[in-house]
């Protein structure tokens, strides 16, 4: 089984700033995953998609969230952070990490792929 989870959600005042954290983990271990990315689910509006880095470290922003949303990921790249600054009222919802595809290895089942995959969500709520 693999699973992505989210933290570093909370409540922060107008201007603040957040870093959210999305870690993949596996039974096993992880071997790869090609793009990871992130979503929200702001009150009153459609999910919608945020950032997304890939596997050689390009990036990709909504233009909403460009030059205050910085995506990065780790050196094992099974970690993706979403650096959030200049934090607005508008960014308070529930922010998603997804991953396109997760190549890993289940203790019981072996190596085993998971596509379009999400995490649970991190609440971010921005006070004014």
């Known amino acids: 089984q693999v699973q992505l989870v989210e933290s570093g959600g909370g409540l922060v005042q107008v201007g603040g700033s957040l870093r959210l954290s999305c870690a993949a983990s596996?039974?096993?271990?992880?071997?790869?995953?090609?793009?990871l990315g992130w979503y929200r689910q702001v009150l009153g509006k459609g999910r919608e998609w945020v950032a997304n880095?890939?596997?050689?470290?390009?990036?990709k922003y909504a233009d909403s969230v460009k030059g205050r949303f910085t995506i990065s990921r780790d050196n094992a790249k099974t970690t993706a952070y979403l650096q959030i600054d200049s934090l607005e009222p508008e960014d308070t919802g529930v922010y998603y990490c997804?991953?396109?595809?997760?190549?890993?290895?289940?203790?019981?089942?072996?190596?085993?792929?998971?596509?379009?995959?999400w995490g649970q969500g991190t609440q971010v709520t921005v006070s004014s």
């Open positions: 596996a039974s096993g271990s992880i071997l790869n995953i090609n793009t």
């Open positions: 880095i890939g596997s050689d470290g390009s990036t």
């Open positions: 997804t991953a396109d595809r997760i190549l890993y290895i289940d203790q019981v089942m072996g190596a085993r792929e998971a596509f379009d995959f």
